[in-house]
């Protein structure tokens, strides 16, 4: 069809010769019937056809939104019911529309929305036949698709013609052509030519040739019958039958595209009426049967199949959330325009590394663990079983069953003899593999170990029995007689077991491998999400997304954001001295425990954060108060007081007996849900972002269908404490890193700043970290907590070392963070926490500091904890008078304030307690234990009380046998004569 065909067709709208034609046409329709009885009817069955407004045929299609990378890029094409793009005829091809017009109506040019000619030929048809054959019309199949219903009734034809009619007085003929083309099903869910063109070639329908555009107008008769390609799925795909044109993914489940040969012969008769009706020429008939369509098939991944669906599935659950909060859409108006919306969705996602961390994940075990053909048993997990191979917990309960013991190797349910019991044609069954509930009963779950050593988690549904037909009483089921002789395959006995058919409950095959893992990658700037890990060895879409969706304990991995951060911004400082000695509970009962032995005395706050040391955490939430604590917690997204069913924090209010606010929660991290990868990440963003939490997003912004912005993600911001203080606690970790226990996460050419967390009997493992490009956290655990793991917390370091390494390769090194203004040293003494003095110098264990403060928070006063006492060395005692002078020593102690007194806290004692000043004289030497030397005694007396003057007059004289006694030596009594006149 000519440009100037098309223009004409454009204007040509309502005139006087359309009416005459239309009144003609109702005229022949109505005498067609068999007189006055039957033309009632008709203008009955018109007087009930539905009021239309055919402008908004097209504005009003659903279609398909997709979501896209930063770049532009197709992540995913959201599946919903129908996938459509719409596209204008003009980006159409002239040839696609020729196609349509030549196998589906090929007078649609002149008719005025009924074919007077064709309805004639079908009524002699149908009369010869006495059947009901169509005759319709492009316009009358457009208002069948869009008003009407596909019921084969002479009234819904009758009906479709009148509607056929009113339509083209109002739209021009490429409108109608528009809407039929995008409205049109061409199978594979694909709605519209733009789609079906992405689905069967990967192309837009502007670039498909003459024979591509005569295959899909062929589909238009029979999608099933005549779509180029159909799917199976892996385990049913024969080669020496199917010919393979690519591969699918749908909905998570892996299909081969195969090839229909009933597509092409379809597609020869729309090329030969096209030839026929001299829409195309000889040599464009035969290059379009010379082109080979099985090779030109290329079917469309509607998302990428090397990455996951956890950011799109994310992305998604942020859009809608979105259009609620900020647009104010209901939940199911937003929904709707997430899947039929046409919505244009960029993603914050960064695609490489998107790649590289599904790479990672993909080698899990190799990355922790190496080689594992020699390890017996499940890598990673703390294997603990029974004798019939059940895994166990601490309290010695079954989490997961044996497989062996549980199921047959086609998975049906066995009870052993002494697990069930039939009483007159009833089922008795008392068996701990059964949980009882009220309307159901839970089968136990069980595990079985793959070839790369994982331990395999597999879940188990529940057996439904209709009410009436079983009770419950002193945990024995019994299943009625009733029941069983109506469904006599429900079980089975063989060899004295019960044998209970897979049909009546549902068996997870493939099952889950354990620990599981999940890591998300921000920008803590800007807050965008680049990539994101939920699982490992998971396929599908719309599965447990543990980065975001899974609440876990964090352990000590809380600790910077719950306690050391508000500490510091409330008066803390880097410096500040805690004491690691015995801390007791509400009960007087010992609690904390540290993860080494014993206690170890005084901690700046920086080492307390360095060694995890968990008394010195729970000694500062308490110092600092619970309810600033949470306060802090909600400035960086934890808490959310305004609506507190989206997060995972339980407050008071929530509930009154079990809740986080508390010491163990805020300062352990105990909490009775936990915390998601997504949120715990965001708030160390918020330390790494000059104390401004970002809120984290998936997508940057929404384009509406008609390409205006529908919504600009601009993410929330919250200041939560100065840049000064943010630097300082970064600092802190930084060292938790280089120097501290998390020293399994230090990158080689980059600076890093994070924390380790660990859960009770390691159920949980943590890192979360940043540098100066990226935070990000990585958790490792089961999905059941009550299985732990046989490593702690830096395996999880490891795995983050490893994960940043490869999305920082290629990155300018940098090995110190942005040092804010207003950051100043100072000499300080770690066991006091103040301005160091000469004394703190002589302690011996080198306790003398440059520590960082923010301006103004410099201590002012001197150490005045460490003093110096005379001890006597052989009992570490205060020296007195009579200790001999070799064991007397000056030493340089602490005074603690109080002073530790063992006696009080059972004996226990700090391992600094040897450097705590000594409270006890020695008691060792007394006037008893001195050895009299009057010379000695002298000699002292003399240079030490009297300055050198002259002896008292009581002291005894001095003995010697070799001169006279008079102490001269020279054998008389007469003093010599020294030549001094005056004496």
Request: include cysteine; proline fraction near 5%; charge should be negative.
């Amino acid at each position: 069809m000519s440009t100037e065909n098309r223009k004409k067709r454009k204007q040509n709208r309502f005139t006087l010769g359309k009416a005459i034609k239309i009144l003609l046409v109702m005229i022949i329709i109505a005498g067609i019937m068999a007189g006055g009885a039957v033309g009632a009817a008709v203008v009955s069955i018109l007087d009930e056809a539905p009021e239309i407004d055919p402008t908004t045929i097209v504005t009003s299609l659903a279609e398909t939104s997709s979501i896209y990378d930063p770049d532009g890029n197709l992540i995913e094409k959201i599946q919903a019911e129908e996938l459509r793009t719409v596209v204008g005829i003009k980006e159409m091809p002239q040839h696609l529309i020729d196609a349509f017009i030549a196998i589906e109506d090929h007078r649609f040019e002149e008719h005025p929305g009924v074919d007077i000619e064709g309805i004639a030929g079908a009524l002699l048809d149908n009369l010869r036949s006495g059947g009901l054959r169509g005759a319709s019309t492009i316009t009358q199949q457009l208002v069948k698709n869009v008003y009407l219903s596909n019921e084969v009734k002479l009234t819904r034809k009758i009906t479709e013609a009148y509607l056929a009619l009113k339509v083209e007085t109002i739209l021009s003929k490429d409108q109608i052509l528009e809407a039929y083309l995008n409205r049109n099903y061409f199978g594979q869910n694909a709605y519209g030519v733009q789609e079906a063109s992405r689905t069967y070639f990967s192309k837009n329908v502007q670039d498909l040739t003459l024979a591509e555009s005569a295959l899909l107008a062929g589909i238009v008769k029979s999608t099933t019958q005549f779509q180029p390609y159909y799917r199976v799925k892996p385990s049913d795909f024969n080669p020496e039958i199917h010919y393979e044109v690519g591969q699918l993914d749908v909905l998570g489940e892996p299909y081969i595209a195969v090839f229909n040969e009933e597509s092409v012969n379809r597609q020869r008769v729309v090329l030969d009426r096209m030839l026929e009706q001299q829409k195309i020429s000889e040599s464009q008939y035969n290059a379009a049967i010379a082109q080979d369509i099985k090779s030109s098939l290329n079917p469309e991944e509607k998302k990428p199949q090397d990455i996951t669906s956890y950011f799109a599935d994310l992305v998604k659950t942020q859009v809608v959330e979105a259009l609620v909060d900020k647009l104010g859409y209901t939940r199911e108006q937003a929904e709707s325009e997430l899947f039929t919306g046409g919505l244009s969705i960029y993603a914050t996602i960064d695609m490489e590394m998107q790649k590289q961390l599904e790479d990672i994940y993909s080698n899990f075990v190799e990355i922790l663990v190496g080689n594992t053909e020699g390890i017996r048993g499940p890598v990673l997990v703390d294997w603990r079983i029974n004798s019939a191979g059940n895994v166990l917990d601490e309290k010695n309960k079954i989490v997961y069953y044996n497989k062996d013991t549980l199921m047959t190797e086609d998975n049906n349910l066995i009870l052993e003899e002494s697990e069930y019991q039939i009483e007159d044609g009833s089922l008795k069954i008392n068996t701990n593999k059964i949980n009882i509930y009220p309307t159901h009963f839970d089968i136990a779950d069980f595990y079985t170990i793959d070839d790369n050593k994982n331990l395999v988690a597999h879940s188990v549904g529940s057996i439904v029995v209709p009410e009436g037909q079983f009770n419950v009483e002193d945990g024995v089921i019994t299943i009625e007689k009733s029941y069983l002789d109506s469904n006599p395959e429900f079980y089975q006995t063989q060899e004295g077991r019960a044998i209970i058919s897979n049909r009546y409950f549902f068996v997870q095959d493939e099952g889950i491998v354990q620990p599981q893992s999940a890591t998300v990658i921000l920008d803590y700037r800007t807050g965008h999400i680049k990539a994101i890990i939920g699982g490992r060895d998971v396929d599908g879409t719309r599965i447990l997304n543990r980065a975001t969706d899974s609440a876990r304990q964090p352990g000590s991995a809380i600790k910077p954001v719950a306690v050391y951060l508000p500490a510091l911004d409330t008066g803390m400082t880097a410096a500040t001295s805690i004491d690691d000695i015995p801390f007791y509970d509400g009960n007087g009962t010992l609690w904390p425990k540290n993860w080494y032995n014993g206690y170890r005395g005084l901690h700046t706050l920086r080492r307390s954060v360095e060694q995890s040391v968990n008394v010195n955490s729970v000694k500062t939430v308490q110092n600092i108060g619970v309810p600033t604590s949470v306060a802090y917690l909600e400035k960086m997204g934890i808490v959310d007081s305004e609506k507190p069913e989206m997060d995972n924090f339980v407050t008071s209010v929530e509930n009154r007996v079990t809740n986080d606010e508390n010491l163990s929660a805020l300062g352990l991290g105990g909490m009775t849900n936990g915390l998601s990868p997504l949120e715990l990440t965001a708030a160390y963003g918020a330390i790494a972002n000059n104390g401004v939490f970002v809120e984290p997003i998936a997508f940057s912004k929404i384009i509406d269908k008609n390409g205006n912005v529908l919504l600009d993600n601009t993410p929330e911001e919250t200041i939560v404490t100065s840049p000064q203080v943010s630097y300082i606690m970064g600092d802190i970790l930084r060292t938790t890193v280089s120097s501290g226990i998390a020293g399994r996460a230090r990158l080689s050419n980059m600076v890093v700043a994070g924390k380790t967390g660990t859960t009770q009997n390691q159920a949980d493992i943590w890192f979360v970290g940043y540098t100066p490009y990226y935070v990000s956290g990585t958790w490792i655990g089961n999905d059941s907590p009550r299985v732990t793991l046989s490593r702690n917390s830096s395996t999880a370091a490891q795995m983050w070392q490893y994960i940043n390494n490869t999305i920082h390769e290629g990155l300018e090194s940098k090995t110190s963070f942005e040092r804010p203004d207003g950051i100043v040293s100072a000499s300080i003494c770690t066991q006091s926490g103040l301005l160091a003095t000469p004394l703190c110098s002589n302690d011996p264990r080198g306790v003398v500091r440059t520590e960082i403060f923010a301006s103004g928070t410099v201590p002012k006063a001197y150490c005045d904890m460490h003093v110096e006492v005379k001890v006597d060395v052989t009992n570490g005692k205060i020296a007195n008078e009579y200790c001999p002078d070799e064991d007397v020593a000056t030493r340089v102690f602490i005074q603690r304030e109080p002073l530790y007194n063992p006696d009080e806290h059972n004996g226990i004692v700090p391992s600094d307690f040897n450097y705590q000043v000594p409270t006890e004289v020695c008691e060792d030497h007394d006037e008893n234990t001195v050895i009299e030397n009057p010379v000695l005694d002298w000699l002292n007396e003399w240079f030490n009380n009297n300055n050198g003057e002259n002896p008292p007059e009581d002291m005894p004289p001095m003995t010697d046998p070799g001169n006279n006694g008079n102490g001269n030596g020279n054998g008389n009594s007469t003093p010599p004569d020294d030549g001094d006149s005056n004496n």
